[in-house]
């Protein structure tokens, strides 16, 4: 099963709980522009968006020049309990998530590595709640309460590269228990914002480890869970507030399920570890001209999670990344960017041991490939239009691993990988919002 979704932010879920200032409203367009006014002024703001992704392997990991396709589609909103009944600072979440097209869900298992294959969405199911929460706020927005479900991925471990989908880590996903973002668990947090920019945030979420088989609306499981404690402390800015923003977080987490020695098969209880990353803008060639909301700006971004758990039933010692990226290069194309990015992901000294022993199991004359898989990513996200955004990607890999698929009898071939995620926002193509 493979664990990686786009982040919940390309699947359209639009509540992520920033300290930092929204950026302002645009005019409202589109056919539906009228009922969409209305609805906000109500207190209703609709979600309704599609992503529609394609990923192939034309050259590395175990079974080459496969693809998989993906279609989802985000229906839900936001209603705003001050508005409708006078409930000072509440606020409902809802979304559900639909995936009415699949095509090769195994293609991650076909590739076989963390880099290249962990990406490679398994979604048997075609409808799965997503978000269903009520927020609190109070102190004039500085504590922040949610409860309900949905996926810590929304508060924690934000991805700071071009492409969220592109540098999730398998640690926080694997080890930490933050299923992938489709799929909600039971949980709350409590975030207090110390500043506008600084804030720092708790929260503790059930962890199914089933989660690919359901679909969001059980009350209870029928797999053991675990717990996901989690904590961060956060520092954001950004153009509203700071000609040269930055983001940066530090998270600290805990998951309680029983953990297995991939190669002695010793049990233990629980298992930790934790996640720091930042993004900082470092030049921009208008010398850092206040008001400007979308600057031509080069950014530096890179992350780092490690486990403290040599012997995790995952096999993940660490996981990186680092890069550069541009956005709005052109002028005239004030909402594009692009990125590179060095990857890397490093597998326990055990793990690295069982994959010696499967591959002998499986016939093979022995594993010579090293524990550290290396990887370099050009990425992009093209505004087609103020509702479409098409994100391409490709990937070179070296040092490719059969930790996704350790049954394997030969050496994956190190290549490329390549794949391109296409989000339509409908809900502000009809003008149904302005964000």
């Known amino acids: 099963?493979?664990?990686?979704?786009?982040?919940?932010?390309?699947?359209?879920?639009?509540?992520?709980?920033?300290?930092?200032?929204?950026?302002?409203?645009?005019?409202?367009?589109?056919?539906?522009?009228?009922?969409?006014?209305?609805?906000?002024?109500?207190?209703?703001?609709?979600?309704?968006?599609?992503?529609?992704?394609?990923?192939?392997?034309?050259?590395?990991?175990?079974?080459?020049?496969?693809?998989?396709?993906?279609?989802?589609?985000?229906?839900?909103?936001?209603?705003?309990?001050?508005?409708?009944?006078?409930?000072?600072?509440?606020?409902?979440?809802?979304?559900?998530?639909?995936?009415?097209?699949?095509?090769?869900?195994?293609?991650?298992?076909?590739?076989?590595?963390?880099?290249?294959?962990?990406?490679?969405?398994?979604?048997?199911?075609?409808?799965?709640?997503?978000?269903?929460?009520?927020?609190?706020?109070?102190?004039?927005?500085?504590?922040?309460?949610?409860?309900?479900?949905?996926?810590?991925?929304?508060?924690?471990?934000?991805?700071?590269?071009?492409?969220?989908?592109?540098?999730?880590?398998?640690?926080?996903?694997?080890?930490?228990?933050?299923?992938?973002?489709?799929?909600?668990?039971?949980?709350?947090?409590?975030?207090?914002?110390?500043?506008?920019?600084?804030?720092?945030?708790?929260?503790?979420?059930?962890?199914?480890?089933?989660?690919?088989?359901?679909?969001?609306?059980?009350?209870?499981?029928?797999?053991?869970?675990?717990?996901?404690?989690l904590a961060n402390i956060v520092y954001r800015t950004a153009y509203q507030t700071d000609p040269y923003p930055k983001s940066y977080e530090l998270v600290f987490y805990h998951n309680t399920a029983v953990q297995t020695d991939p190669f002695t098969l010793a049990t233990h209880n629980g298992t930790s570890g934790m996640y720091a990353g930042g993004r900082q803008v470092v030049y921009r060639p208008d010398g850092g001209k206040s008001g400007a909301s979308d600057p031509t700006a080069v950014s530096v971004f890179g992350s780092l999670t490690t486990s403290f758990d040599a012997h995790a039933s995952s096999g993940l010692a660490m996981t990186g990344i680092a890069g550069l990226m541009v956005e709005a290069p052109f002028r005239s194309r004030p909402h594009d960017s692009y990125g590179l990015s060095f990857l890397w992901a490093t597998l326990t000294p055990n793990e690295q041991s069982y994959l010696k022993q499967q591959n002998l199991a499986a016939g093979g004359t022995g594993y010579t490939v090293g524990r550290t898989q290396f990887a370099v990513k050009l990425d992009a996200n093209i505004a087609v239009s103020r509702s479409i955004v098409l994100s391409p990607y490709v990937m070179r890999s070296w040092n490719t691993s059969t930790w996704g698929n350790p049954a394997y009898a030969d050496t994956p071939k190190n290549g490329y990988v390549v794949g391109i995620l296409a989000s339509v926002f409908f809900d502000r193509m009809l003008g149904l919002t302005d964000h």
């Not at 508060?155 to 694997?174: D, E, H, R, T």
């Not at 059980?218 to 053991?224: F, G, I, M």
């Open 1 to 229: 099963m493979q664990q990686g979704l786009p982040t919940s932010d390309q699947l359209g879920v639009s509540h992520i709980g920033n300290a930092t200032p929204e950026p302002a409203e645009s005019p409202r367009q589109g056919i539906l522009s009228g009922i969409g006014a209305k609805m906000n002024d109500w207190g209703f703001t609709p979600v309704f968006n599609l992503v529609q992704m394609y990923l192939a392997n034309p050259s590395v990991g175990q079974q080459t020049g496969n693809h998989e396709a993906l279609t989802f589609v985000s229906v839900g909103g936001d209603f705003d309990l001050q508005k409708i009944a006078g409930f000072s600072g509440a606020t409902i979440h809802f979304q559900q998530l639909f995936v009415p097209f699949t095509t090769n869900l195994g293609w991650g298992t076909q590739v076989g590595d963390v880099l290249a294959g962990q990406p490679g969405p398994y979604v048997p199911k075609v409808s799965h709640l997503a978000l269903f929460t009520w927020e609190q706020k109070a102190f004039n927005d500085r504590l922040d309460i949610e409860l309900g479900k949905s996926n810590p991925g929304l508060y924690f471990g934000a991805p700071v590269c071009n492409q969220g989908f592109g540098c999730q880590s398998a640690i926080l996903q694997k080890n930490a228990g933050m299923n992938p973002p489709i799929y909600s668990n039971w949980g709350g947090r409590v975030r207090y914002n110390i500043t506008p920019a600084l804030s720092v945030q708790a929260g503790v979420w059930r962890s199914n480890p089933a989660f690919p088989f359901t679909n969001g609306w059980e009350w209870t499981d029928t797999a053991t869970d675990s717990n996901t404690w």
